[in-house]
């Protein structure tokens, strides 16, 4: 016999809230919750690229959310970010791409070559 085809991803009405979830939602604190960057790769002063995972179990969910960062100075930023909510009877994914010049990240008139920080993924997700 031939294996089950694979599941279908389909629209939901149900929109993935992270922030409330990260925090925990008062009925359910988080009881494990980690953060791996799998990958980094800086090319200072030319560029910076990072792939990180995210994870939150609960009692009765997991939610797992992938961030690929890149940015080249003086040129570009872009983010996409992909959030999988799973609990015992379903499965949410969000997925985003956001994606900006050099200006709308750093600021008009911004030289080609400034540290945004630590967190210059989150900065870059808020602001293109």
Do not use: K, Q
Request: charged content about 30%.
């Amino acid at each position: 016999p031939s294996p089950p085809p694979p599941p279908r991803w389909r629209r939901a009405a149900e929109e993935l809230d992270l922030a409330s979830l990260l925090r925990g939602r008062g009925d359910a604190p988080p009881e494990f919750c980690d953060s791996v960057d799998l990958w980094e790769d800086n090319l200072d002063p030319h560029s910076r690229s990072t792939l990180r995972v995210r994870v939150v179990c609960t009692g009765s969910l997991l939610l797992a959310s992938l961030r690929c960062f890149v940015r080249v100075n003086g040129v570009a930023a872009r983010v996409v970010d992909t959030r999988y909510l799973l609990r015992p009877d379903s499965v949410l994914r969000a997925r985003s791409w956001r994606e900006g010049r050099w200006a709308e990240l750093a600021g008009e008139g911004a030289p080609s070559h400034v540290d945004l920080g630590p967190d210059e993924d989150s900065l870059a997700a808020a602001r293109l």
